[in-house]
């Protein structure tokens, strides 16, 4: 099923995707002027809207191809794709390379990673279902993920953002960083202490939070070492919504995180793993073509070694990636917890994100000064991959995590 998948993906994308990239000069979002053709300098480093739109005509070419939907139930539209045959595919769209079909700059893909449709699937209400789930599928709305703030990245049981009973609504103050697509969002969801303790992981609630409420401000937009950006700094003062807000039950909001970071992870490992690959294969033709001091650079143990060891790692993590990705399907059709496979999804994400950034510094290197040219796509893997070491879970995070496991801490 998988293999007659990408076959299908692959027809799509040359009859539909490849010819949108080549018309009316699309390729500068692609060659080496990306970066300035997406970006929105002076307003801000946002992405153009030009930009955007081409990436939102992709996605609609997609859904009425029937791919985009792919991991959604059938019920939304979707094929019921499960984590083993999107960890295949996401690595198959990544190893295709630079291009419209698949831009993970902003987690742009003609087969969806669907996550919020996915969240509001399982813990919306019906009322948040209806307004919400196909307007976020179709871009008709948009939302952002408000975990992260100023002083608390994985540290999220210490959040300082807090929700107060008023009557029968909640009032939210706080702060969120990092609200990647807020520019766009007509929603963020929001967590916020509401009772306990600092460091409990009971007592905290989400929220789903319109982004035109008075109090909500977006007063800047972090720069990164790849823009365009969209990762916005939120301000909430004295936020007010209806109890109709809270998303996924009052106090249990964590639950909803970890749903969010799990089906993330595992992809982005096959992301990652795929653009590794994508680099290790062009820097391999490179070495059998370029010839140095009258003979192939292929045949230089200096260059021989480094690729084999970065071909070997790849190999590896491709098998542990489809396996976790098959145990997160069997314990989503068995009733277990997602939690009991978590240090998988953390061994196969911080090594799939150091992976990728080895093979583009190494790919730059074998290709010489044309390596570092903007006119070949291998530091834009790198300065696009480097983010994944830090967000969702730093790599160090991550790696307690599996000790935790190893160790019986947890």
């Known amino acids: 099923m998988t293999a007659e998948l990408i076959a299908a993906l692959d027809a799509f994308i040359d009859a539909e995707i490849v010819p949108l990239q080549a018309q009316d000069d699309n390729e500068r979002f692609f060659d080496h002027r990306r970066e300035w ?5 002076e307003g801000g480093g946002l992405p153009r809207p030009e930009w955007e739109e081409l990436l939102a005509e992709a996605r609609r070419r997609a859904d009425a191809a029937g791919f985009y939907r792919f991991s959604l139930p059938a019920e939304l539209g979707g094929s019921d794709g499960t984590d083993a045959a999107m960890a295949a595919v996401r690595e198959h769209l990544a190893h295709r390379g630079l291009g419209l079909h698949n831009d993970l700059q902003n987690e742009h893909s003609v087969v969806g990673n669907l996550v919020f449709a996915h969240l509001l699937h399982l813990y919306g209400t019906a009322e948040q279902r209806a307004e919400l789930v196909e307007a976020s599928i179709t871009g008709e709305r948009g939302i952002a993920f408000g975990l992260t703030e100023p002083g608390h990245g994985s540290d999220a049981t210490w959040l300082e953002t807090t929700a107060r009973r008023d009557g029968g609504d909640w009032v939210i103050d706080g702060a969120k960083r ?5 520019h766009r969002a007509s929603h963020e969801l929001v967590f916020a202490r509401t009772s306990g303790e600092p460091g409990s992981a009971r007592g905290i609630t ?3 939070v319109p982004t035109d409420a008075p109090g909500f401000e977006v007063p800047r937009y972090w720069w990164t070492l790849n823009m365009p950006t969209d990762h916005g700094e939120v301000v909430l003062r004295d936020v007010r919504v209806p109890a109709s807000a809270v998303f996924g039950g009052e106090g249990e909001a964590l639950a909803v995180a970890q749903t969010f970071v799990h089906q993330n992870r595992i992809r982005q490992a096959a992301s990652s793993l795929g653009a590794a690959q994508y680099c290790i294969d062009r820097a391999v033709a490179y070495a059998g073509e370029r010839h140095t001091f009258g003979r192939p650079l292929s045949t230089r143990q200096a260059i021989q070694w480094p690729l084999v060891e970065l071909h070997t790692e790849a190999a590896m993590l491709r098998a542990l ?3 976790t990705a098959a145990g997160l399907d069997e314990c989503r059709a068995e009733g277990r917890p997602e939690v009991s496979i978590g240090h998988q999804v953390s061994m196969c994400n911080y090594r799939a994100n150091r992976l990728v950034c080895d093979a583009a510094d190494r790919t730059m290197q074998v290709f010489g000064g044309m390596g570092y040219s903007r006119h070949e796509p291998f ?12 967000t969702e879970g730093a790599e160090e995070v991550q790696i307690r995590r599996v000790a935790g496991r190893l160790f019986g801490f947890v």
């Open 37 to 41: 053709a997406r970006t929105d300098f």
């Open 379 to 390: 530091e834009h893997i790198y300065r696009h991959h480097r983010r994944y070491r830090i």
């Open 206 to 208: 989400s929220f789903l």
């Open 178 to 182: 990092w609200s990647t697509g807020v």
């Open 321 to 323: 990636i489809r396996e």
